[in-house]
């Protein structure tokens, strides 16, 4: 082989997974992107042995918060370096975090603002997606279709908080222009008013500890809105994904819809396998470090969430890392050491610990098996967001986006030893069997062996196509009369002589 034509990389003697195969293989790699899949590659500029050890596509976290801004005084850890560098020492080399839209600014004003955070920071490659908190008709009729055409081809919406939260009309709205358009929404389902209700009154009584929080949110409020986002999408014939659920209550409903032939898509978070209700007790102000929505439930409740992984109700594992310290007077305790559960900022931590969880909880403990994997942490978000087959998997094409995997070797999890800018881990102490060992992103060694080998700004921005699933929707208007007559170019209805 000639220079000009010679391999910029190879990893010899993978052991490869995707999200449907399983093979033995040297990969070739040239100008970040993978060549060449085959036994015995010639030599190249650069080689690894990955020595058997099974190297899987680069994870594909698609719901992380980075650098979003709040509007209650607190301050998120994480910007795009600290947070692309912890997902990078993780296994994870694309992340699509949101620019939220805040109630009276303009949406394509949060997707510039959140440009400009990203711009000269990110180690590894993003994209974005957005949140609609102010469904006004120029945003819904204007800004919202026009950056779908530019490549922003999935945004959030919220069924509860006060400040971000959509009424059933507006979400209509909105799935009206995704229908449209061809785009994909995720849905944050709890019933807002049944929240409300509970948290006046447990407030009232003086009930206001970390733990309370639980109580405020219980199975049936996330149900009652899952069920409600469900039948709202069925109106409008398009899909939907109903992000971070919690229990049996949500999932049997997700899995009633799929199983009635609705394209409703769904995704489970760390936390809903590894922490319970009882992580949010504690003295204090302890059990702040585990407050997020919908809250960790009960053993019988994670058991439910590993039965959706391995029979296929969710088809995303994502972190939902929201990245607030813990003893930080603008973080977890941004209104004191007494502030109420309702006041506590919402989320957990999670890049760098998600897919190393659940490769030693789930594929080592044969809940679910490699292909599984595979297809939950990286190929599936890539397909429903967008950036399939660039993205997401390990084949000719595709860019070289690889972990090589340690695996049978304790590893315990210490905050120490990771990379965010976040002064605890909820996982602290767990005793993992599987951990990264070398993370390449386009080809480039940016984590081996401990050490952050990464650069700032490296990463490229990705501009999204339309979701595959949401292309292929609008299959049975014929069934749905409502929404033909609202679809069809049908002559308005005219008075008989």
Not at 67 to 83: E, H, K, V
Not at 86 to 101: W, Y
Not at 118 to 124: K, L, P, R, S, Y
Not at 273 to 299: N, V
């Amino acid at each position: 082989m000639n220079a000009s034509a010679m391999l910029d990389l190879v990893v010899r003697n993978a052991r490869v997974a995707t999200a449907g195969d399983i093979f033995e293989a040297d990969i070739g790699v040239r100008e970040g992107r993978i060549v060449a899949l085959a036994q015995g590659l010639p030599a190249a500029v650069k080689e690894i042995d990955a020595g058997g050890r099974w190297v899987l596509p680069g994870g594909v976290d698609a719901h992380c918060h980075l650098a979003q801004p709040t509007s209650d005084g607190s301050r998120m850890a994480d910007d795009f370096l600290s947070g692309t560098r912890s997902a990078a020492c993780g296994g994870t080399t694309t992340v699509i975090p949101f620019a939220a839209q805040m109630k009276g600014q303009s949406l394509a004003q949060a997707v510039s603002d959140y440009h400009a955070a990203a711009d000269g920071q990110a180690c590894i490659d993003y994209a974005f997606h957005m949140i609609v908190s102010d469904a006004t008709p120029h945003v819904v009729q204007t800004e919202l279709p026009a950056l779908i055409g530019q490549g922003y081809t999935s945004f959030k919406i919220y069924m509860t908080y006060d400040d971000m939260k959509l009424d059933d009309g507006q979400i209509l709205d909105v799935l009206d222009v995704a229908r449209r358009e061809g785009a994909m929404t995720m849905i944050h389902a709890e019933s807002s008013d049944c929240i409300a209700w509970l948290t006046e009154r447990l407030l009232a009584r003086g009930l206001q500890s970390p733990r309370y929080h639980a109580l405020s949110r219980p199975p049936v409020v996330e149900r009652e809105a899952t069920h409600r986002a469900i039948s709202l999408a069925e109106l409008l014939d398009t899909p939907i994904l109903i992000v971070h659920v919690s229990g049996p209550e949500a999932t049997d409903q997700i899995r009633w819809a799929q199983t009635r032939g609705l394209s409703i898509y769904a995704e489970t978070c760390p936390q809903y396998l590894f922490l319970t209700a009882a992580d949010l007790e504690g003295e204090g102000m302890h059990g702040a470090r585990c407050i997020c929505s919908p809250p960790p439930r009960d053993a019988a409740s994670q058991q439910a969430i590993w039965n959706g992984l391995a029979n296929g109700t969710f088809q995303v594992f994502s972190s939902d890392h929201a990245p607030f310290r813990y003893d930080d007077p603008q973080g977890k305790q941004a209104q004191g050491p007494d502030t109420p559960f309702n006041h506590v900022p919402n989320g957990i931590p999670g890049l760098e610990t998600r897919l190393a969880l659940l490769f030693s909880e789930g594929v080592l403990e044969d809940r679910i098996d490699i292909n599984t994997f595979v297809a939950l942490t990286s190929t599936n978000p890539a397909k429903l967001y967008g950036l399939y087959p660039r993205k997401g998997t390990i084949a000719i094409g595709a860019d070289a986006d690889m972990v090589i995997w340690d695996t049978g070797t304790p590893h315990i999890v210490r905050n120490t030893d990771l990379h965010h800018e976040v002064d605890y881990t909820p996982y602290e102490g767990r005793q993992l069997q599987a951990w990264p060992a070398i993370t390449l992103s386009r080809g480039k060694v940016v984590y081996e062996n401990g050490v952050y080998l990464g650069q700032a700004g490296v990463g490229r921005f990705l501009h999204c196509e339309k979701p595959v699933p949401a292309r292929a929707t609008r299959s049975r208007h014929r069934h749905l009369p409502w929404l033909a007559a609202l679809t069809d170019a049908a002559r308005p209805d005219t008075a008989q002589p």
